[in-house]
């Protein structure tokens, strides 16, 4: 009803009066500055990288950059370690995003019931997400620390001093599962306080009837409280992934991609390539993969996104 | 779907609770440990005298002179962050709709541009204009992480104004300047606080473009000045704790105090889809 007299309006006033396209002007004045700053800052950037991309430096001091087309990305796409980033990326994402979420979601679960230190519960567990990333990465390198550390103290008194006394972030084997742990832990309650939210809405008379047919309440997760909040999940499941994907603080702090590129994911390796080794070209040609292999997260959340924008158009 | 809890639960949750707390207990027993009391392997959680020496001395003057930068560079993206994203939110809210499914698809993209994509260029248009090692170079890097979420967020807020209230004010002849600044602005406060407090905290922390564009001590920000002191420091464990719990402060506070908007924004974001 609403549009029709919407439009009714806009068919009366657009031939002759000028107004709504004053009104028009007068938005777009508005929405410059920022449009302006993000395809500056932002998107021409990204359009620079590709561009950068496609040259190389060739060595010695003077020389100025030249255009070798895809030479950059043949060779990454032949060395080997192309290989290692993309395992160490897809882990790295994958373990950390199914930890934060499964931890998030059944602490939602036990969480969702009330009572007078609800609030200050809530507040102290989701401390881990409000620290700053450098911080908690610090904070976990110490926790690892072979001889001072809380975690190997634990083990020790647990297993004995042999399980006690590893080094897990100086080991290949354990260096990546030991910054996931960590990672798990700091980001899990962002999912936390989504999926809490998101109870509030599970119809509550279905889960009243499953409980009287004498359905079980794994079950009752199962088959009720879960399909009814599949978008919710869905839209954690990509935010969480993104993040994860992109994130640079917590492995840089603890390991700086090591030991021997074992913890190297896109945006370390992105780092280290431009600002330890200073070869730019290559440094901007891995971004310009990391945001094609973000491109597989990136197209779902803008269709989910604009779809419930258009829902509201 | 809300029930209050039984005796069970209430043990469990106080249980998941110190579990997941740990690490921060034992942050604040290194911190607050004295000097005199050695470690002890295996570790303990929480010293057995008290003391405050690693706070006083973890602000120190090249301590002072991070925070400072932190603080210089965290006002001056947030003002302009939130302005521009405020008005941009607005101009997005009254464009023609063509426009409107144009912008915003590129703001949510934008929002989610990998930072370690465009430093490279960003290093290099920073360097032409002969800004590295500047306040203004980790600005406009900031603007380009912060802004497309500013205007996002804003625009989420500023769309439940009811549609009714600027039609008939549109009617009324009013500009659109006027419905701005009588009706839209007055209306956006809230918005604003939370655009405000969320791009501190993501500001105040931001540590890749930090640690790429600035070269001497006197221009670090408290993020890469705490990956400093590990080398520094050896083992001085406690102090460098008493650090990160000083630059943890003033986020954890603006956080705490804006939870109650960020659990609003999300059960109507993350309900709807």
């Known amino acids: 009803m609403r549009s029709l007299a919407q439009s009714n309006r806009r068919r009366r006033l657009s031939p002759f009066g000028s107004s709504r396209n004053r009104a028009a002007r007068a938005g777009l004045l508005f929405l410059a500055p920022a449009v302006l700053g993000v395809a500056a800052l932002v998107f021409w950037p990204l359009v620079q990288a590709v561009w950068q991309s496609m040259h190389k430096t060739p060595s010695g001091f003077s020389s100025a950059s030249e255009f070798v087309g895809f030479a950059n990305y043949i060779d990454i796409v032949s060395g080997n370690s192309f290989f290692f980033l993309i395992v160490n990326s897809f882990a790295w994402t994958l373990f950390v995003v199914v930890g934060q979420n499964v931890m998030g979601f059944l602490f939602a679960l036990a969480f969702n019931a009330r009572w007078q230190l609800s609030g200050i519960l809530r507040a102290i567990i989701i401390l881990p997400w409000v620290l700053p990333g450098v911080v908690a990465a610090v904070l976990w390198r110490f926790m690892y620390d072979p001889q001072l550390g809380l975690i190997s103290s634990v083990l020790e008194r647990l297993f004995g001093p042999e399980l006690g006394r590893s080094q897990f972030l100086a080991d290949t084997n354990t260096a990546l599962a030991a910054v996931i742990v960590a990672a798990i832990w700091k980001g899990f309650p962002f999912a936390f306080l989504i999926y809490l939210a998101g109870l509030q809405n599970v119809d509550r008379s279905q889960v009243e009837a499953a409980t009287m047919d004498g359905a079980r309440f794994p079950r009752i997760v199962l088959s009720v409280i879960i399909p009814s909040m599949r978008p919710v999940i869905a839209l954690t499941l990509l935010l969480t992934a993104i993040f994860t994907f992109n994130y640079f603080d917590m492995i840089w702090v603890m390991t700086k991609g090591g030991p021997l590129n074992s913890t190297h994911i896109f945006p370390t390796f992105i780092f280290q390539t431009g600002f330890g080794q200073f070869n730019f070209e290559m440094a901007a040609a891995y971004g310009v993969l990391a945001f094609a292999l973000l491109l597989i997260l990136l197209v779902p959340y803008l269709r989910h996104s604009l779809k419930s924008e258009r829902d509201e158009d | ?273």
């Open chain 2, 1 to 273: 779907m809300n029930q209050r809890a039984s005796i069970q639960n209430r043990v469990f949750q106080v249980l998941i609770t110190a579990t997941v707390a740990m690490p921060l207990v034992w942050m604040l027993g290194v911190a607050l440990k004295p000097s005199s009391e050695p470690f002890s392997s295996p570790a303990q959680l929480w010293p057995n005298s008290i003391t405050f020496d690693n706070f006083l001395s973890s602000w120190r003057p090249e301590f002072q002179t991070y925070f400072l930068n932190s603080l210089i560079v965290s006002f001056a993206t947030v003002t302009i962050s939130v302005l521009l994203g405020l008005l941009g939110a607005y101009g997005l809210l009254r464009s023609p709709r063509k426009i409107r499914w144009l912008v915003y698809p590129a703001l949510l993209m934008g929002q989610m541009v990998p930072a370690a994509s465009i430093i490279i260029p960003i290093f290099a248009m920073v360097r032409n204009l002969g800004l590295i090692d500047t306040h203004l170079a980790l600005i406009l890097a900031y603007i380009a992480l912060t802004l497309p979420l500013s205007t996002v967020m804003n625009y989420a807020f500023m769309r439940s104004i009811p549609k009714d209230v600027i039609e008939a004010a549109t009617v009324d002849g009013a500009s659109t300047f006027r419905i701005f600044f009588q009706i839209v602005l007055p209306l956006s406060v809230p918005a604003v606080v939370a655009t405000g407090v969320w791009l501190t905290v993501v500001v105040w922390q931001e540590f890749l473009f930090a640690l790429a564009m600035t070269t001497s001590q006197s221009m670090r920000t408290l993020p890469v000045g705490l990956n400093d002191f590990i080398g520094q420091y050896g083992i001085r464990y406690g102090e460098l704790m008493a650090t990160s719990i000083v630059m943890s402060v003033p986020v954890v506070i603006l956080f705490l105090f804006l939870q109650r908007y960020f659990v609003q924004g999300l059960l109507s974001g993350a309900t709807k889809g």
